[in-house]
C-alpha cells in the first residue's frame, strides 16, 4: 500500500524530438514542480545551442564555418566537444561525432534505408573520423582539417541536456529525481524510497529504471536500480531496413562505413548522462568483447550487453559489468 512520501510528480515538456519528464516524490518537494518546470525550459535553450538541425545553433555555425578556419566555441559546448573527442580516442574510433554523412549515405536520415554503392560509401567516408577535427584548448575553437566535415551531438545531446537540467534542480534544492529524455537517456539523483530509521543503504530504495527486450519493446527484460548516476540505452531494432533478408540498423560503425553488428542494445550506466549516452553508441560498435574489457579498465563504468545467441530461435545473451549486488536484475528468459 502506498503513502505519501512513495508518490510521485511527473512534469514533462518535448523538445529535441522526444519526451523530456522529471519525477520526483511529492511529499519531500513541494515546490518541486517550479522547480521542474525551470529545468525544462533549459531544454529548449540548450538544443537552440546544439542543434544539427537548427540553422542558428552553435552546431550549425561550426559545420558551416570550420573548415575555413578555427571557430570560438562556447565553454560547455568546447567541454562537450572535448569529452566527445577523447572518448573517440579511447574507442579507437568507434564513437564518432563526423559520421552523419554516413548516416546520410545509408538513407537513414530521409527514413529510407539503402544500400550505398561503394562509390558513395567511399566518398562518405572520406569526410568522417575524429582525425579531422582539431581543438585548440587555449583558444576554445575547432577547426576541420577538410571540407564537407560535419559533426552531430545527437548521440550525446540529450545526455547532456539532462546533466545540465539536474544541475539546475540541485541549485535549486532538489536531492531527489528522476530525469529521462526521451526514455533512452536518464539521470537520477537521490533516492525514490525515503530512509527509514531501521534500514541502511540499499539499492532497493534507488530508482528503478526498466531495461526493454530489444524483441518485444512492450516487455522488460530486467532493471538497473539507479543512485547519483546517468543511464544511456542504443538499439538498433527500431530503426532498420531490410534488404535481401537482411536487416540493416541505423546505429554505423564510422571506422568501416557499414552498420554495426552483434549487438541488440546496449545499457550504459556512469557518471553522468552524457558520458552514458555516448558509450551506449560506444559499445553498440564495439561489441561485446571489447566494451566487458573497457568496463574492466573504468570501474565507474556499468553496462547491460543484449546481443543474439542463436538467430534461429531469437534466443539473447545478456552481459553486466560494473554493478554491485542487487544493482542490476535480469528476468529469465
Known amino acids: 500500500m502506498s503513502n505519501m512520501s512513495d508518490l510521485l510528480i511527473h512534469v514533462s515538456r518535448r523538445a529535441m524530438a522526444c519526451e523530456f519528464e ?10 518541486g514542480t517550479e522547480a521542474a518546470l525551470e529545468a525544462l525550459d533549459l531544454v529548449e535553450s540548450l538544443e537552440a545551442e546544439i542543434s544539427y538541425f537548427q540553422p542558428g545553433s552553435q552546431i550549425s555555425r561550426i559545420n558551416a564555418l570550420a573548415a575555413d578556419g578555427p571557430v570560438e566555441v562556447s565553454p ?11 572518448l573517440y580516442e579511447e574507442t579507437e574510433g568507434a564513437y564518432d561525432i563526423t559520421s552523419t554523412p554516413l548516416w546520410e549515405t545509408w538513407g537513414f536520415a530521409r527514413r529510407a ?15 568522417v573520423g575524429g582525425h579531422l577535427v582539431e581543438l585548440d584548448r587555449e583558444r576554445r ?9 560535419r559533426i552531430n551531438l545527437g548521440s550525446i545531446g540529450k545526455g547532456h541536456a539532462l ?12 536531492a ?3 530525469f529521462h529524455g526521451g526514455q533512452s537517456s536518464v539521470l537520477a539523483r537521490g533516492f525514490h524510497l525515503p530512509e527509514t530509521p531501521d534500514e541502511s543503504p540499499s539499492p532497493s530504495r534507488h530508482w528503478e529504471i526498466g531495461i526493454r527486450d530489444p524483441r518485444q519493446p512492450g516487455r522488460r527484460l530486467g532493471i538497473v536500480r539507479l543512485h547519483d548516476r546517468g543511464l544511456g540505452t542504443s538499439s538498433g531494432q527500431f530503426q532498420s531496413f531490410r534488404h535481401r533478408g537482411r536487416r540493416y540498423g541505423h546505429i554505423l560503425d564510422p571506422r568501416s562505413g557499414w552498420p554495426a553488428e552483434g549487438m541488440l542494445a546496449t545499457t550504459v ?5 552524457a558520458l552514458a549516452d555516448a558509450l551506449s553508441t560506444a559499445f553498440y560498435v564495439m561489441g561485446a568483447s571489447r566494451s566487458l574489457d573497457y568496463c574492466r579498465t573504468h570501474p565507474e563504468i556499468g553496462a547491460v550487453l543484449i546481443t543474439c545467441q542463436d538467430a534461429g530461435s531469437g534466443r539473447v545473451e545478456v552481459h553486466t559489468a560494473g554493478f554491485r549486488q542487487d ?6 528468459s
Open 176 to 178: 531527489d529525481f528522476v
Open 113 to 127: 534505408g539503402a544500400i550505398p554503392s561503394d562509390a558513395q560509401l567511399a566518398e562518405a567516408r572520406a569526410r
Open 269 to 273: 550506466v556512469a557518471p553522468t548522462a
Open 163 to 174: 546533466d545540465v537540467c539536474g544541475q539546475r534542480l540541485t541549485d535549486l534544492g532538489m
Open 327 to 332: 544493482e542490476v536484475v535480469i528476468n529469465e
Open 76 to 86: 560547455p559546448l568546447f567541454a562537450l566537444l572535448r569529452l566527445a573527442m577523447s
Open 22 to 31: 522529471v519525477r520526483f516524490p511529492a511529499e519531500r518537494y513541494r515546490q
Open 141 to 149: 575553437t575547432i577547426r576541420f582539417r577538410r571540407s564537407g566535415v
